[in-house]
């Protein structure tokens, strides 16, 4: 488990960070999101003790990571942005280097081969790291981070540079580490968040922005009602019939998806459902509905709402905020 408690950072007279806090709990994926200069980084930093906090606490699995780091750190796994490898050895002896660093007491040929097995670097183990492709870096810099088994990972960008084929394996590889780890992600492409994360934390200006699952999120920071229809009627008949509709603020016939069936972006006034007035309309001009969906916005719909300013503190108490 992961508790933040009030963690603050100055700069000078720049506060960084701004009394947050938030919990992750075990088996819990948190995706961690900011724009540059939000204080993302900042606070990834004071979480695996590399910068000290002005005040507040970081504990990892209850241990201050300031007042005991040596035993806090050894909970975390850590993979910032760009790995910290040594490009002159290989694989396999970098990876026994580091199983010696963390003094791992685990089993080290099995412990290194189910490592090697779950990050897909097997195959280059006894090659030079500076002859691998960026992508096989990130995965051996993924690798370290697994050595001896932490409870706790932060992955910083943990797929950059591969392609997406590497992806997929990446992001299913998170979702099963998660089953058994606490992970803190963070990752400029909010569409892998979205896909792999149970909880979205936005840090804005220093301070928490938004805190929970990113379809709650959704919801909370669109007062809009929007939808996507498909009807195989006459598009200008449709037009004036949905426009006909009370509540109806936009209507507009995106493209012919097949010959004579439109596709309509259609939205309503807040909080007002118009699904069962589509339907309505829909039989009495004998049309065919072939499909009918509301219109859920993105992760980076939400981010840009929300870090734009338009949606100045959306959040709840799941993640022990207060």
């Not at 089993?107 to 790291?129: A, G, W, Y």
């Amino acid at each position: 488990m992961i508790e933040v408690r009030n963690l603050t950072k100055h700069y000078g007279d720049k506060k960084a960070v701004n009394d947050i806090s938030f919990t992750v709990n075990d088996g819990e994926i948190l995706g961690f999101l900011g724009p540059n200069g939000a204080g993302k980084s900042t606070t990834m930093n004071m979480l695996t003790g590399y910068i000290s906090s002005t005040s507040g606490q970081a504990l990892i699995n209850g241990i201050d990571i300031l007042e005991d780091p040596i035993k806090a750190k050894s909970y975390i796994g850590y993979l910032p942005e760009i790995p910290p490898l040594y490009l002159d050895m290989t694989v396999h002896a970098y990876l026994n280097f580091v199983f010696d660093l963390k003094k791992c007491r685990l089993p080290r040929r099995s412990h290194m081969k189910d490592v090697m097995t779950l990050c897909k670097i097997q195959d280059v183990e006894n090659r030079l790291i500076k002859n691998l492709s960026k992508g096989y870096k990130q995965r051996v810099g993924l690798a370290q981070a697994l050595i001896n088994n932490p409870p706790v990972l932060i992955l910083d960008e943990p797929t950059v540079g591969l392609d997406p084929k590497q992806i997929i394996e990446i992001r299913t590889l998170i979702k099963r580490l998660g089953k058994n780890h606490t992970v803190i992600l963070s990752s400029h492409i909010l569409s892998e968040i979205q896909a792999v994360c149970d909880r979205v934390i936005i840090i804005n200006h220093g301070v928490i922005a938004a805190d929970d699952t990113a379809t709650n999120l959704s919801n909370q920071v669109t007062t809009d009602h929007r939808i996507m229809v498909r009807i195989d009627g006459e598009k200008p008949a449709v037009l004036q019939a949905i426009r006909s509709i009370e509540g109806i603020e936009y209507v507009r016939a995106d493209m012919e998806r097949e010959k004579g069936v439109w596709e309509y972006e259609i939205e309503a006034q807040p909080n007002q459902d118009i699904r069962y007035e589509i339907n309505r309309i829909a039989r009495e001009n004998n049309w065919n509905i072939l499909l009918l969906k509301t219109m859920e916005m993105t992760l980076e719909d939400i981010f840009l709402k929300i870090t734009m300013g338009e949606q100045v503190q959306v959040k709840n108490n799941k993640g022990g905020n207060e």
